[in-house]
């Protein structure tokens, strides 16, 4: 790994990535997933998030094998972080609940962008796209070139700073708490498993999963003869919302018992033990010129947040910033 030290990217060069990646989304990738979803979803994830990365590893001349760790996994760590990724979405099912409530209370809940899956065309095609490409995509560049490139300050801080823009990178106000924590579980991953085949497929596992849900519950929700599949939190009786949140916090705890169960099976299943994240000593410190390129980039997403947030509470009409 030492010897590869002068060709991992840079902080400065992965937080100006980072920002190309922002403004290209904003633009680019907003205006195709206008015209159509699915198309513009493709577009941003092979045509921005993917080839900006490989761009990047190119024009620096630097292994793409060692930055973005290609390393196999053995058939035991693939079977664990199907299981870490699976309980895990249980626990972001449960903090996303909680949030998405919170937010249901303080005003109108935005729509969804992908529209509703309620046949098997229609599955497969959310399988393919937002499940596969993400995982191939995304992966590459968050926990492959920002991962490599920000372990100078620490393997903990890298996961967890890979873990964060990860989150945020969505844009969602709705949808960010899921997405954080899968980052930093993510990131953790393939830290371990020194293997961005762990990252890939729990990233498609977690996606996956919530596209089946999705399609199951249209499916019944269709079979029962309703409109929608499901009422506003805010509006349940409160029985009803008890109920209600006292089931989820029961998935929630028990996923979460099974999610640190499964990942220190995997820690133990490492058979590179120097890969185990240790304490953050003898590491660089951050020099705060390298982030200005990140600190613009998120200014762009917290604006698209604020901007969604006033939507939310009815200081902006949806329909003046269509």
Avoid at 38 to 64: C, D, H, N
Avoid at 82 to 94: D, E, H, N, R
Avoid at 230 to 254: F, H, K, N, R
Avoid at 264 to 282: F, G, Q, R, V, Y
Wanted: with cysteine; glycine share 8%.
């Amino acid at each position: 790994m030492e010897g590869n030290a002068a060709k991992r990217p840079t902080v400065l060069g992965v937080n100006i990535l980072f920002l190309i990646v922002v403004i290209l989304f904003f633009t680019v990738g907003a205006m195709a997933q206008q015209y159509d979803i699915y198309t513009g979803l493709l577009i941003t994830e092979f045509g921005i998030i993917l080839a900006s990365s490989l761009i990047y590893m190119a024009w620096q001349r630097m292994p793409v094998k060692y930055v973005v760790r290609l390393n196999p996994i053995t058939l035991r760590q693939v079977v664990l972080v199907v299981l870490v990724a699976a309980s895990g979405y249980g626990v972001v099912t449960f903090l996303s609940l909680i949030w998405m409530y919170v937010l249901d209370l303080a005003g109108q809940l935005l729509p969804q962008p992908i529209p509703v899956i309620d046949t098997g065309g229609a599955y497969l095609r959310a399988l393919a796209v937002i499940a596969g490409s993400a995982a191939i995509c995304e992966e590459t560049l968050f926990r492959g070139v920002m991962l490599r490139g920000y372990e100078v300050y620490g393997a903990r801080k890298a996961v967890i700073y890979s873990g964060i823009l990860f989150g945020l990178m969505h844009a969602n106000i709705q949808n960010f708490i899921g997405p954080i924590f899968l980052g930093i579980t993510i990131g953790y991953m393939v830290y371990i498993t020194d293997s961005i085949f762990a990252g890939m497929i729990a990233h498609f596992i977690n996606n996956a999963v919530a596209v089946t849900l999705s399609y199951i519950a249209t499916v019944l929700a269709e079979a029962m003869g309703q409109e929608e599949m499901a009422q506003s939190l805010a509006e349940l009786p409160a029985s009803q919302l008890w109920v209600t949140m006292g089931v989820y916090a029961v998935i929630g705890i028990a996923s979460l018992a099974l999610f640190i169960w499964f990942l220190n099976m995997l820690k133990d299943a490492t058979s590179n033990k120097s890969t185990h994240i240790p304490a953050d000593e003898d590491i660089e410190h951050p020099k705060f010129v390298h982030f200005i390129p990140l600190i613009i980039g998120i200014i762009f997403i917290a604006a698209e947040l604020v901007l969604q947030l006033m939507i939310i509470l009815g200081i902006i009409n949806l329909n003046s910033v269509l």
